[in-house]
Structures are given as C-alpha cells and as structure tokens.
C-alpha cells in the first residue's frame, strides 16, 4: 500500500506554476488531471509524444487496402456487373469507397486504441479521485512510490504550492 | 511559456539588393516574353493565354491570403496574428492585377470563343444573356472594385489600431472580414466562371469556382508559408516559430486535400455520367496534355499529402519550404490545365522557354509590390489584442 497525494487548483496558470515548484524541489508528479489540455503541460511534464498517429497511419493505411481490393476482388472475380458499358476495373468509381474506408477504419483504429490505452474501455473502473475534473478542477497527484518523502512531507509540499484541499489516501497502484 | 532565444527584430528595409534581385528576375521574364514574340514567333494565343494564366496567378496569391486573413479574424483565431502582416500586405496587390489584366485584353478575341459575336453557335448563343462583353466588363470593374475596398479598408482599420487601439477594433474587423466572406464567396465562382469557366464556352460544371477557389487558397498558403520562412531567417519577424509553421503547414496540407477532393468530385461525376458535351473537357486533357495531367494529380494532391503527414515535417523550416514552392508550381500547372487546352488547342501549346520565364516577371512585380506595402507599417500588428496569445502557444 502506498499513499497517493492529491490537491486541485481553479486556474490552469496557478497549475503550471505549481507543477515547475514541485519540479524544482525535486518531487517527481505522478499525474496531472485536467479538464481540457493545457498549453505547456505536456512539456513542463515532459511526456512523451503519443503513438496515437501511427496507429492512425496503420489503420488508414489497411482501411484504404482492405476497401480498394475487395471492390477490385468484387467487381472483376466475385460479382463482374456492367455499369453503362465502363470497364469491370474502373478505379474512379472505388475512389469514394477507398477514401471513405480509408478513413473510417484509421477513426476506428484510433478511437479503439485511445480508450484501451487510457484504460477507458468498457467494464474497466476509472479511477477518478475528483469528479471535478471533469468539469473545472485542475488535479496534481503525487505518490510515495517514486519519491523519497514521506506522506506528510509530499502533503506539505503541495499544500506550499497553493493546492487547495490536499488530501491522501491509500491506493493499491 | 519561457519566451528564450527570441532575438530582437531588425527593423525591414527594403535593400538594393533585394531590388536588384527582383529586377533581374523581372528581366527574365521580360525577356522571355520578348523572346516568344520576335524571335520564336509563338502563335498569338499562346502568348496572350500566357498572360492570362499569370494575372490569374498574380491575383490568386493576393486574393487567397486576404480570405485566409479574413477567415482566421472570422473564426477568432488568434494563432495568425504575428503573420498577420504578410496576409495584409498580399491582399493589397489585388488591384495591381488588373494592370495585368488590361494587358491581356487585346488578346480576349484568342482565349474566349464567346467573344466572336458574329458567328456563335447555337449553344453559345444561348448564354449571350450572361457571357457578353459589356455585362463581363461590368462584373471585371465591380469584382475588383469589391475586393480592393475591402483588402484597403481592412489593411487602414489593422493600421489604425498600431496607433491608436480602440475597444471596438476587433469588433470591426470581423464584421468588415464577414463582409467580405460573403462576398467573396459568391465573386470567388462567378469570377471563375468569367475568367477560365468560359473558355471552353460549351462546357460547364457547378463545382467549378469552388475548385478554382481552392487551388487559389493552396497557392497563396504556400506563398505565405515561404514569406514566413524568410521573414523568420532574416529576423524580421523573430516571433515566428515553429508553431506557426506547424498550423501553415496543416493549412497546407489540409488544403491539398481538399483541393483534390473537389477535384475527384468534378472529375467522378463527368465520368460517371458520361455525356458527350461534359466528357470532352476531360477528353481533351486526357489525351492531349497526358503528362500534365498525372503530374498535376501527383504533385497538388500525392506529394503534400504524403511528405507533409508528420508532425516533424510541418515544423521544420527548410523542408516545408521545399513543399511549398513544388505545390506552389502544382498549382501554376492546374491553371496551365484549365487554360492552354482551351485557350491554345493541344497542337500549338507547349512548356517552353515562355511558360518557364514568364512567371519570373510576375512574381518580381508581386513581391516587389508585397515588400512596398509589408515596409510602410510595423512588421506585426502589436496592438492586436491576441498579439501575446499568438506568440505564446503550442500545438497539442
């Protein structure tokens, strides 16, 4: 069992701010929770860039494939039809298809990806500590488990940094 | 953010050097042309559908980043305001182009069949009601006349504002900006429809202005990103940085796209349907102009979309200046397409000495008009109430 440390702040600044005073202290910041993406968070956290645009890539690119060869496959091997007397192989005519596949298996891809990733599929348990999160609460969470302090010192480094109601509790992970 | 390593700006002067440069690339062009004329002889519709094809070019870069500038201030974006300036400064060229055109005016008997009100055929004859000379002349004069009001009265209402802000500066420029979108939306597909829809007399289609429209947006995206660039190198506007390059260059990109989009559009449904009188229009670039029009395809549409994917690509000054002058010279070809098959015919038109130098003398009047305008005020707008957002923000 390890403690989990957690304040809120109202503005996205008083955050940011609070984040690079952690920082400078030495603390490491488990995760930060925010409403909407903040300008220079990313940064000051220094996370790494998300692969979510490979995926996209790979789903696009296997949409786009899937959907040019199985009309290719349809309309020369499966089902030849005659439309107006064009040839079986016409490639105008799959291009809406091939696009609109294109782009909906990179969407599918991408948005079946994010939620796995995010552990936000169903039947998975969020772990929300502030439903205000969601809403108008930016969240600084600090664990015992990669710092050296103890649990009142991490509260009373993020109780200096301005961080309205610090609490703790006790988490499995 | 920490505002690091940002260096002073060097106030811009436009150099003899720079003059010197535009001159000798002017002569090129000039020289090109005199060359077409008196030594090579071209046939007459050749050298006038040249002309054509650049005052087109010229007014498409001008008239594409004023949109671009009114659109941004219309949907309150507040990224674009430390290149606001460039944007002006283009839109200002607009009434220049009809210089350019008046030049190309002796040549209207070559390049519109209309014109030849003795004999028209029957088809022609029908569209007499719109396509006639005086009624074209009148839509010419207001067409310009709109958009010089509009690119002068938003540049004086931008100005005015470095000297003395007022609470209501914004709230004019977006009405005024709304104003014009409105306009140019109907002005865009109708000045299309006049100026090239018309050439090949018999033939039409709805989606026309808006494909003209984008090619115009792509080109003068393009334009801009390279004044960018070399703004951003010669520190003239060292707030640049690779954030604005990286939403040009999505600009650009997304842009590409859409202009294939309506490009496969227009070409699907003439395909699909399949009638004679729509199909000849594609017939004849098919056949005759076979090269252009794959490379046209590959160069607006394959090139950017695969080169400019990444996050890196978009970000990094040299290598999206490259796209952009290859998309720049795409969409110079697009119009050659729209034009040359028309205007010429597949047994005169040709890429010689005159299509390749030409183009020189253009760009050296727009950019030495560009510069004149860009030097008479401060390089970005610092009044600007989103000036500070705009120089302190990142892509997520």
């Known amino acids: ?51 979510l645009p490979k995926v996209a890539f790979v789903g696009g690119l296997i949409g786009g494939t899937l959907g040019l060869f199985f009309q290719v496959w349809v309309f020369t091997k499966g089902w030849p039809l005659n439309f107006g007397g064009k040839p079986f192989l016409s490639l105008p005519s799959f291009i809406p298809v ?20 995010s552990n936000l599929g169903p039947g998975s348990i969020p772990d929300i500590l502030d439903e205000e999160v969601t809403d108008d609460h930016f969240q600084i969470i600090l664990s015992e488990k990669n710092n050296n302090l103890s649990e009142t010192e991490l509260v009373e480094a993020l109780a200096a940094t301005g961080a309205l109601d610090v609490k703790h509790v006790n988490a499995e992970k | 953010m920490e505002k690091q390593n940002i260096p002073d700006a060097v106030p811009f002067k436009f150099g003899k050097k720079l003059k010197t440069w535009l001159g000798i690339a002017a002569a090129v062009g000039l020289i090109a ?36 500038w009114t659109v941004n201030t219309l949907g309150e974006s507040t990224w674009q305001i430390n290149i606001q300036r460039i944007m002006e400064s283009m839109g200002l060229t607009i009434p220049f182009a009809i210089l350019f055109f008046v030049i190309a005016f002796p040549g209207l008997k070559h390049l519109f069949e209309w014109t030849h009100t003795e004999h028209l055929d029957e088809i022609l004859q029908k569209k007499t009601a719109y396509l006639n000379m005086p009624f ?32 209501n500066f914004l709230k004019k420029l977006r009405s005024t900006s709304g104003w014009f979108i409105v306009i140019f939306a ?25 494909y003209i429209f984008s090619g115009m947006f792509v080109a003068s995206i393009s334009v801009i990103i390279l004044i960018s660039v070399a703004f951003k190198r010669f520190n003239i506007m060292p707030n640049i940085n690779s954030e604005h390059l990286h939403d040009l260059g999505k600009y650009l990109f997304g842009f590409s796209i859409f202009w294939a989009y309506l490009w496969i559009s227009q070409y699907l449904l003439i395909w699909y ?56 010279i795409g969409h110079y070809i697009d119009l050659y397409l729209a034009i ?27 950019l030495l008009l560009f510069l004149v305008f860009f030097e008479k005020a401060k390089p970005v707008p610092e009044n600007h109430p989103y000036f500070i957002e705009s120089s302190d923000y990142e892509n997520i």
């Open chain 1, 1 to 51: 069992m390890r403690a989990i440390v957690y304040g809120y702040f109202t503005d996205e600044l008083d955050l940011l701010n609070a984040v690079k005073e952690l920082q400078n202290k030495g603390i490491r910041i488990a995760d930060v929770r925010t409403p909407f993406p903040v300008h220079g968070l990313d940064a000051a956290l220094k996370l790494r860039r998300s692969h």
């Open chain 1, 98 to 117: 091939t696009f609109e596949l294109t782009v909906l298996i990179a969407a599918f891809s991408m948005g079946i990806a994010f939620l796995l990733r």
């Open chain 2, 33 to 68: 042309l005199l060359w077409g004329v008196f030594i090579a002889q071209l046939p007459a519709s050749r050298i006038w559908a040249n002309l054509w094809l650049n005052a087109l070019m010229f007014l498409f870069l001008g008239l594409g980043a004023l949109f671009f």
């Open chain 2, 136 to 167: 074209w002349l009148i839509r010419f004069v207001s067409y310009f006349a709109l958009w010089t009001f509009f690119a002068f009265y938003l540049r004086k209402i931008s100005v005015k504002n470095d000297f003395e802000p007022r609470d």
């Open chain 2, 186 to 210: 109907i002005t865009s597909s109708t000045s299309a429809w006049d100026w090239l829809m018309s050439i090949d007399g018999h033939w039409f289609s709805t989606l026309y202005g808006w």
């Open chain 2, 273 to 328: 349907g399949n009638i004679p009188e729509e199909t000849i229009y594609y017939v004849e670039r098919v056949d005759n102009f076979n090269t252009l029009f794959y490379v046209n395809m590959t160069v607006n549409f394959l090139f950017p979309f695969l080169a400019l994917m990444t996050r890196g690509a978009k970000r990094q000054p040299l290598y999206l200046s490259v796209i952009a002058i290859v998309v720049l």
């Open chain 2, 340 to 366: 040359m098959p028309g205007a010429v015919g597949h047994e005169q038109a040709a890429i010689g000495l005159l299509e390749i130098g030409l183009p020189f003398f253009y760009l050296a009047a727009f």
